[in-house]
């Protein structure tokens, strides 16, 4: 009957309002995790457990100069890091994280700073690995930068403090009517 066909139809309409609400709350979630991903200075790069780059935020791209068209690539033809791809054979390999500082192998007089963990679904299972990768290169200047101007004022006032010392004990040994 008709009353049946409506009850159904209404039915099927609600359904597709509800369905059509998670799709929007789904794509809102997900714009939301690629604008924080995007944000980050930090690099972030995603594989699967082949090695094949699964994404990589702004940060990545800008840093070893990736493009959109590598997703799905092994990570060894896209980079020349030997470093990162050994963290992310020992993660893949033993579950634990990994972390390194190292001097670039691909970009000249870069020192980078990686972390490498496991990539795991929703059920905890291992699907890959994450790369997130710094620049430390400013960093370790200015560290090195610091300590040379620390041992360089500790140097150019102990000379000082020295001859003043020196002429200190040299008026203690003289009497005191001693002109």
Do not use: C
């Not at 597709?16 to 609400?21: G, P």
């Not at 190292?102 to 007089?109: D, H």
């Not at 001859?163 to 003289?174: A, D, F, P, S």
Request: no cysteine.
């Amino acid at each position: 009957g008709d009353a049946e066909w409506d009850r159904l139809t209404i039915s099927l309409n609600r359904m597709a309002r509800q369905i059509a609400d998670q799709l929007r709350s789904l794509e809102a979630q997900r714009l939301q995790q690629r604008s924080i991903l995007e944000s980050m200075g930090s690099s972030v790069i995603a594989l699967d457990e082949n090695h094949r780059l699964l994404s990589a935020n702004r940060g990545a791209e800008q840093l070893f100069g990736l493009s959109r068209d590598d997703h799905g690539r092994l990570l060894q033809e896209v980079l020349r890091e030997p470093e990162l791809h050994q963290m992310v054979e020992m993660v893949l390999d033993d579950g634990f994280r990994k972390s390194r500082e190292f001097e670039s192998a691909a970009l000249a007089n870069k020192r980078l700073s990686a972390i490498a963990e496991q990539l795991v679904d929703a059920d905890r299972k291992p699907i890959g690995a994450v790369l997130l990768v710094d620049d430390v290169t400013d960093i370790r200047r200015l560290e090195s930068m610091r300590s040379d101007f620390a041992a360089n004022v500790s140097h150019e006032l102990r000379t000082p403090i020295t001859n003043i010392r020196g002429y200190v004990e040299t008026l203690q040994e003289i009497p005191l009517g001693d002109e």
